[in-house]
């Protein structure tokens, strides 16, 4: 006999409850006479189905972001400005960003509310689900038990609309006509670009060179949401056309890009730059999906179950996130960072970055510019070098030089390891993931599925059925020309030479 359930009313877009009959896998919708009815955004109904459970209760989209600055005895190094060296001050910063996002980068406030605003177009993706991967750990025949958090729901595809909401909201808020972004992969300029069509606000975005030809569908989806799209380096920046005089042929990194952003939010009083990654305010704002995971649904709530990780009784023995910038590996592990501070869990917090460009392995710790012409403040993180320019590898939203000081300072104290993978065997995994699972990967989350299979089948070897939490930052629906290449056997490793990332750390200041 079918059973008969409710969606929650966010799963739509309008406020209609709609009855779904599952019955084996098959799904058929009633709706109710006269109401317009579709699932949003491309969540489908085949995983709504899946994560409904007669368990009544519900989790509900976080009201507050997570400062993890707050809970730690050492607090991270100041920014310094990067002509002085001395601390950066909130004025220094006004030429870039609105008050509102200069006070969160430098709170030491615990928790921030969200506001209301930000809610409600939270809500056309959030809460997002935690999925068991049953059918991967069958492939793999192992005693683990892997769960992803799945970002790609979101309209972006990715976590990244969960930082680009909130600052096109705080810039609008406070009469800024304009922003300007950099963009690697394309998943953080497409965020910005939809979060500035909801605000009214123009977008400008430099988006890496190698990207920009790679990736030619994250560029009209720029454009579609009305963002203006450059190939970087340019002709329109003199940190551009710098790097075009020394090498007319550049494949561009995130360092040129954010040098380009910078320059241009510098020189006009009408524009404001946005980044979606590395700064403190972004790691701030992307909690919401630790925050979700880590939470109990409300005892009382007669809406089903969008299961989360103490819905299903777990509690994580292994935490794993890509990390380019830092802001989805910290989305996901500060709010498990706090409860290991509070001594309730001991999971291992491990990072996974590309191996053409391993900031947290090979990188040094030291202060350093956060783009490659130098006009950002110095941050202490770990880092290749500001004009590093990595390999053009498939996963261009882990092409950065440095990693997100507050990372960076953890790594440090010890509160997380981390390993390099190199991509052929991230696609490797990803194809597994696929056929398992359903979902094609976005190139950068593919190290953490890369990196999540090699403890799954440790675990096989030594009979250990642990918990395993993983990092879905988003779909790879417009990478698949890196899934041909993979396919073809045409995709290979990359790396880097010793020389080159020494010859670039020779050019970190050296801040006493």
């Avoid at 008969?4 to 709609?18: A, D, I, K, R």
């Avoid at 190199?422 to 993931?433: D, K, L, N, R, S």
């Avoid at 979902?439 to 999540?452: D, F, N």
Wanted: overall charge neutral.
């Amino acid at each position: 006999m079918a059973s008969q359930l409710l969606l929650p009313t966010n799963t739509f877009t309008n406020s209609s409850l709609v009855k779904v009959f599952v019955t084996g896998d098959d799904l058929t919708l009633k709706r109710k006479p006269n109401h317009a009815t579709r699932v949003s955004y491309g969540f489908s109904l085949r995983a709504n189905a899946a994560l409904i459970s007669s368990h009544r209760s519900s989790v509900e989209v976080p009201r507050q972001w997570y400062n993890l600055v707050a809970d730690l005895s050492v607090k991270p190094p100041p920014q310094l400005h990067p002509k002085t060296f001395e601390p950066i001050k909130p004025d220094d910063l006004t030429h870039l960003f609105p008050n509102e996002i200069i006070k969160q980068e430098e709170t030491l406030e615990r928790f921030i509310d969200i506001p209301e605003e930000v809610l409600e177009i939270y809500k056309l993706w959030r809460p997002t689900p935690l999925i068991r991967a049953k059918r991967l750990e069958k492939l793999l025949q192992t005693p683990a038990r892997i769960y992803f958090k799945y970002e790609g729901g979101s309209p972006a595809g990715s976590h990244k609309p969960n930082s680009a909401v909130p600052q096109a909201y705080y810039n609008a808020k406070e009469g800024v006509k304009n922003v300007v972004t950099e963009t690697g992969a394309g998943q953080w300029g497409s965020s910005l670009a939809f979060a500035s069509s909801l605000f009214g606000l123009d977008c400008e975005v430099f988006q890496v060179a190698h990207t920009y030809q790679q990736k030619p569908y994250r560029r009209l989806m720029m454009q579609t949401w009305g963002a203006k799209v450059h190939r970087s380096p340019s002709e329109l920046t003199e940190a551009g056309r710098r790097i075009l005089q020394a090498d007319p042929s550049s494949t561009g990194s995130l360092g040129i890009a954010i040098s380009e952003a910078v320059e241009v939010a510098s020189r006009n009083e009408d524009t404001k730059y946005c980044l979606g990654s590395v700064f403190n305010h972004v790691l701030l704002h992307q909690t919401v999906i630790g925050e979700e995971c880590i939470k109990p649904g409300p005892s009382n709530s007669t809406q089903p179950c969008i299961k989360q990780m103490e819905e299903y009784g777990e509690t994580p023995d292994v935490i794993i996130g890509c990390t380019g910038g830092g802001s989805n590996f910290a989305g996901l592990s500060f709010p498990y960072i706090r409860e290991k501070l509070k001594g309730k869990i001991n999971p291992i917090i491990r990072a996974v970055e590309p191996s053409a460009c391993p900031s947290l392995t090979k990188g040094v710790y030291a202060y350093d510019f956060g783009d490659t012409a130098g006009l950002t403040p110095l941050m202490k993180m770990h880092t290749l070098g500001h004009d590093f320019i990595p390999s053009p590898i498939h996963s261009g939203g882990l092409r950065y030089h440095g990693m997100a000081p507050l990372v960076s300072h953890i790594y440090d104290q010890g509160f997380l390891e981390a390993i390099s993978i190199p991509q052929t065997e991230c696609f490797q995994g990803a194809i597994q993931f696929a056929r398992t699972e359903g979902i094609i990967p976005a190139p950068e989350p593919t190290h953490a599925i890369a990196a999540t299979i090699r403890e799954a089948l440790r675990c096989k070897e030594t009979g250990e059925a642990k918990v395993i939490l993983m990092a879905m930052c988003g779909h790879g629906h417009f990478d698949l020309a890196s899934y041909e290449k993979y396919l073809r056997g045409e995709l290979v490793d990359l790396s880097f030479s010793e020389e080159k990332i020494q010859e670039s750390l020779s050019k970190v200041p050296l801040v006493v």
